[in-house]
């Protein structure tokens, strides 16, 4: 069984940095894309970044380019998000998920972590 644990959500001013975490238990994954995707009150779940375990090419929605960063660590199975220059429309709930790489959706989802960032 796959599970996705985030951690490392919180509140901060806008300007200000947050780093979330997902531990990610259950197979091995080497052939796997891991994502983070964020849904803010009202609106859909939208894309932020992507990382491919195997090569590391990394993959970020316009709005955060140049912002955050996201990395992948395969010997503890953990992928973060590094949030810099946050503002107040980063506010969401964010999400890690996974998908094999050959698969067009994902199919993990972790519970999620709060991010509001106050202005």
């Known amino acids: 069984q796959v599970q996705l644990v985030e951690s490392g959500g919180g509140l901060v001013q806008a300007g200000g940095s947050l780093r979330l975490s997902c531990a990610a238990s259950?197979?091995?994954?080497?052939?796997?894309?891991m994502g983070w995707f964020r849904q803010a009150p009202g609106k859909e779940r939208e894309f932020v970044a992507s990382?491919?375990?195997?090569?590391?090419?990394?993959s970020y929605a316009d709005s955060v380019k140049g912002r955050f960063t996201i990395s992948g660590d395969s010997a503890r199975n953990t992928v973060s998000l590094q949030l810099n220059g946050l503002k107040p429309e980063d506010t969401a709930v964010y999400y890690c998920?996974?998908?094999?790489?050959?698969?067009?959706?994902?199919?993990?989802w972790g519970r999620g972590t709060q991010v509001t960032v106050s202005s």
């Open positions: 990382i491919r375990w195997s090569g590391g090419s990394t």
């Open positions: 259950g197979r091995t994954f080497s052939r796997y894309v």
């Open positions: 998920a996974g998908r094999d790489l050959i698969s067009p959706t994902y199919d993990y």
